[in-house]
């Protein structure tokens, strides 16, 4: 088990910023390429970005290229999610997940074995 927690949503206002965090309780994540996934209304889940174990090679969603940035700090058991130039259409619920060792990707769903709880962002216009 790998229990995720991410913290760090909130309501802003369209081209604010937000930082979420995910932390694992318990379970050291720096062996772990980790992932963050968005679902909003109506829209089923849509990956967002990933970080490899050692934070070298990033991957971002279409969508957010240039906006958002992944970290993680390995000491701090935490992976971020830096959200810049938020917009309405970034509202949705924030997903962080593990990436299952037997993945063959970054982008699916499918590639992620433990999820956390979600945390609701919400950008007004």
């Known amino acids: 088990q790998v229990p995720l927690v991410e913290t760090g949503g909130g309501l802003v206002q369209a081209g604010g910023s937000l930082r979420l965090s995910c932390a694992a309780s318990?379970?050291?994540?720096?062996?772990?390429?980790m992932g963050w996934f968005r679902r909003a209304p109506g829209k089923e889940r849509e990956f967002v970005a990933a970080?490899?174990?050692?934070?070298?090679?990033?991957y971002y969603g279409d969508s957010v290229k240039g906006r958002f940035t992944i970290s993680r700090d390995n000491a701090e058991n935490t992976v971020y999610l830096q959200m810049n130039s938020l917009k309405p259409e970034d509202t949705a619920v924030y997903y962080c997940?593990?990436?299952?060792?037997?993945?063959?990707?970054?982008?699916?769903?499918?590639?992620?074995?433990?999820w956390g709880q979600g945390t609701q962002v919400t950008v007004s216009s």
């Open positions: 997940a593990k990436q299952s060792l037997h993945a063959q990707g970054y982008y699916d769903t499918g590639d992620y074995d433990y």
């Open positions: 318990g379970r050291s994540l720096s062996n772990y390429n």
């Open positions: 970080i490899i174990w050692n934070g070298r090679n990033t």
